[in-house]
């Protein structure tokens, strides 16, 4: 079992910063790719971003050049640096990480950019 743990969400001016951060433990070793899904109030979640173990990386089309995705693969943990948010980007944000065929989700962290 992989734990993820979400932290860095919060209320955020439009045009403002934000960086989420998530940490995994547990059965953490063998991790693959992690990232970030999001899924605003009433409507389906959708990817943010991914990143392999090796650090390549893949954006929705709808954060690319605002959003950077990272991580840090000796404390087992992915970041999500988000700039100029939008109203838009209001959401609760999930942390994944695929482990040996199995996916693995943080409980959420919800990102509120005001207008």
């Known amino acids: 079992q992989v734990q993820l743990v979400e932290s860095g969400g919060g209320l955020v001016q439009a045009g403002g910063s934000l960086r989420l951060s998530c940490a995994a433990s547990?059965?953490?070793?063998?991790?693959?790719?992690m990232g970030w899904y999001r899924q605003p109030a009433g409507k389906q979640r959708e990817l943010v971003a991914t990143?392999?173990?090796?650090?390549?990386?893949n954006y929705a089309d709808s954060v690319k050049g605002r959003f950077a995705i990272s991580r840090d693969n000796a404390k087992n943990t992915v970041y999500l640096q988000m700039n100029s948010l939008k109203p838009e980007d209001t959401a609760v944000y999930y942390c994944?990480?695929?482990?040996?065929?199995?996916?693995?989700w943080g409980q959420g962290t919800q990102v509120t950019v005001s207008s």
């Open positions: 994944f990480a695929r482990r040996r065929g199995y996916s693995y």
């Open positions: 547990g059965s953490s070793t063998g991790i693959g790719s």
């Open positions: 990143i392999t173990s090796g650090g390549t990386t």
